[in-house]
């Protein structure tokens, strides 16, 4: 069935260095990404966005890489802060719908 | 800043009980969703919803779900009977535009604990 999933389940990182947080995703006809971020209690929260069109998208202190050829999908944060602690969800739609379809998650932990 | 908000936080219920969650999305939003997350699982698509009507829906949105905009301000989602497996997280959301077009916005979750 088509799915989304992530590779590593937590990833902990000190503060200031690079993260790097991982999606697969099987469904060729999506054409559209989003990061999201979800904090303890709370819903999620869009970081950034991407279309098939595009390979790479920057925002602030994040940047979306997509390859189309390995359906794969990364979040590149730069000098992680302790506010960046959180789960990490990739989620996808597919050209012939508006469904969000969501990865399982990255636990991302920062430690000083 | 304008948010998503819904009640109840945490709700309660016997198994085959109706319950009712609430969500009062952003003012001037048009696109309304309904998406549950079972603990330290996966967030899922439930419903999107828009010109009163329902635009796309899941297969677990079954018979047992509805969902209604019954006057300008409210979205909510009615589990007719629940099952002890409707015990999760239901997010409400919201945007101004499509999917494609606009960042969705996410209330703050009602939890759902089916006894």
């Known amino acids: 069935g088509e799915s989304v999933g992530l590779h590593l389940p937590t990833l902990s990182v000190q503060e200031g260095d690079n993260s790097i947080i991982n999606c697969a995703y099987s469904?060729?006809?999506?054409?559209?990404f989003i990061w999201y971020k979800q904090e303890s209690g709370k819903g999620p929260q869009f970081i950034i966005d991407?279309?098939?069109?595009?390979d790479k998208r920057q925002g602030q202190r994040v940047t979306v890489l997509l390859n189309k050829t390995v359906k794969h999908l990364s979040l590149q944060i730069a000098a992680t802060q302790p506010g960046d602690s959180a789960v990490y969800f990739c989620?996808?739609?597919?050209?012939?719908?508006?469904?969000?379809?969501f990865g399982t998650g990255t636990r991302l932990q920062v430690f000083p | 800043e304008p948010e998503v908000t819904q009640t109840p936080s945490h709700q309660v219920t016997q198994m085959g009980q109706e319950v009712i969650l609430r969500c009062v999305p952003i003012?001037?939003?048009?696109?309304f969703y309904w998406y549950r997350q079972i603990l330290g699982q996966k967030v899922e698509f439930l419903v999107s919803?828009?010109?009163?009507?329902?635009?796309?829906k899941s297969e677990i949105f079954d018979d047992q779900f509805s969902v209604e905009r019954p006057d300008g301000s409210n979205f909510t989602l009615k589990i007719r009977s629940t099952k002890l497996e409707d015990s999760a997280m239901y997010f409400c959301?919201?945007?101004?535009?499509?999917?494609?077009?606009?960042?969705?916005?996410f209330g703050p979750g009602t939890r759902l604990t089916v006894l």
């Open positions: 959301a919201s945007s101004e535009l499509g999917v494609r077009e606009d960042e969705q916005f």
């Open positions: 469904n060729s006809a999506s054409d559209y």
């Open positions: 991407i279309r098939s069109n595009m």
């Open positions: 989620a996808e739609i597919a050209s012939n719908t508006d469904k969000l379809i």
């Open positions: 003012s001037n939003h048009l696109y």
């Open positions: 919803f828009y010109n009163n009507e329902i635009s796309e």
